[in-house]
């Protein structure tokens, strides 16, 4: 009980404090502090110095944030909140937009992840057919202890940038009513719009779920299929790259510690030898020298290679996931064209047995008049029904392949610069190491050089 108190008055002082360096520096409070909703929660920012601007994002201007753009977004100044059963991480969204349907031309809101997640489960609910971004993943198991660290929300942070950048480019996601509020509302209002529920989304989801489960079709679009099997090699080779380049990486890290054991053992091999004195600190400079490029190498590996590389790969399957809804709406389709083709034949016979009495032994012994009017009168308000279903399945078969073409599209050149950035950093950080290292030995075999040539002239 003692410790549970000293830990609530630590944040009150925590708290208190943040007010005062505020109030001291002149500086605005943070935006969510007039939300209602968040009024008896405990602000506690992990950093104000390092969190309150989204440039501690490194290469952050790689995002399409398009100033001159009609909707811009940008998200950034965390601040984490200690509520009675939970403790959570906010975002501070900034939107500054030209369009009709927006009534002002700025907005700033505060949302935290799990807000995020109900955003893009309401696109994917509007737009079955558009691809989706994916969101960053939950924090591990093994991460729940630091999930409140500068390095993990900062992460975070850069990935909701964007998924976020991602929407706001897609002509489709960014007009979509659930997006607008997501930017605009405050956080009362946005969490009332979020118990809503939408009949029209909720018949979508019923209907992908209901025929997901199928996935033997009679008919393969051959465009699709060939996307299908690209996206299975691209992943698997993205996949390996992941691997292969954490076991180097890995490797690297053992090496440096290594590599770090040598600098000490030429410092004082230095101090024993008075002739080579000079030259052993040198080497043992260069093995310094050499091991911080080879760590700042292994430190950028997460933001280089490892996480755009998982990023892009949950961007895959997200893509592979909207292939297979298609299919879903071509096996509803498909079965019920096959529905109406039955019905079709046995109103067919049918028909030819009420015409041919004579030829009833043959197949349908069984069959009385009576019964035989009863079934043709059924299949007479069946058929039309099956008809219209089937023209309704075709319909939404169709359009699900024009718009996953669209968005294949959209996506192959998104895809196209993904991957080339992820290479050339990977490129320009290996040229900087080597770079690094080549600097570091070549001062050490100049100075062997020049005694060199200054005991070849003494004999001389």
């Not at 009495?357 to 308000?381: N, V």
């Amino acid at each position: 009980m003692a410790s549970s108190t000293s830990a609530v008055l630590d944040v009150v002082v925590e708290s208190k404090e943040i007010s005062s360096f505020i109030k001291d520096k002149d500086l605005d409070p943070p935006s969510v502090l007039s939300d209602s909703t968040y009024d008896n929660s405990l602000v506690q920012s992990p950093s104000i110095e390092s969190f309150s601007t989204i440039y501690d994002i490194e290469n952050l201007s790689e995002l399409n944030m398009d100033e001159n753009s009609d909707l811009c977004v940008k998200i950034d100044n965390p601040e984490k909140y200690l509520e009675t059963l939970e403790t959570y991480i906010t975002f501070r969204i900034t939107t500054k937009v030209a369009r009709i349907e927006f009534t002002d031309n700025e907005y700033v809101v505060r949302r935290r992840y799990n807000d995020f997640l109900w955003l893009r489960q309401k696109l994917v609910e509007c737009h079955p057919f558009c691809i989706v971004p994916p969101l960053p993943g939950k924090h591990s198991l093994m991460g729940q202890l630091d999930r409140y660290s500068k390095d993990f929300i900062l992460l975070r942070m850069k990935a909701l940038n964007v998924f976020i950048s991602r929407v706001t480019s897609h002509p489709i996601l960014s007009c979509n009513e659930h997006f607008k509020l997501f930017l605009t509302l405050k956080q009362a209002d946005f969490t009332l719009h979020r118990r809503q529920r939408h009949p029209v989304e909720q018949r979508v989801r019923t209907l992908s779920h209901s025929s997901s489960s199928h996935s033997a079709l009679k008919s393969r679009h051959i465009e699709f299929d060939k996307t299908k099997v690209y996206l299975t090699t691209l992943s698997e080779k993205l996949s390996s790259i992941e691997k292969i380049s954490s076991r180097i990486n890995k490797e690297r890290s053992e090496y440096i510690t290594e590599l770090n054991s040598y600098h000490p053992i030429f410092t004082t091999w230095a101090m024993a030898e008075t002739d080579l004195s000079e030259t052993l600190r040198n080497i043992g400079s260069a093995m310094e020298r050499s091991s911080a490029a080879q760590n700042a190498l292994v430190q950028s590996y997460n933001n280089t290679v490892g996480n755009p590389v998982k990023d892009f790969l949950a961007y895959i399957d997200v893509v592979q996931e909207t292939i297979r809804k298609r299919e879903s709406y071509q096996y509803a389709y498909e079965v019920s064209m096959d529905e109406l083709n039955k019905r079709h034949s046995e109103k067919d016979k049918l028909v030819a047995l009420s015409q041919n009495p004579s030829q009833s032994a043959a197949g349908f012994s069984l069959w009385k008049q009576s019964s035989c009017d009863d079934k043709l009168e059924k299949l007479g308000t069946s058929i039309p029904h099956l008809i219209k279903k089937v023209e309704s399945n075709q319909d939404s078969l169709e359009c699900a392949n024009e718009s996953l073409r669209s968005d294949l599209q959209r996506w192959q050149l998104e895809k196209q610069q993904c991957l080339k950035k992820i290479l050339l950093d990977f490129v320009n950080k290996q040229i900087n190491f080597y770079q690094a290292t080549v600097n570091a030995w070549e001062y050490v075999t100049n100075e062997l050089n020049q005694q060199s040539a200054a005991v070849r002239t003494n004999l001389k």
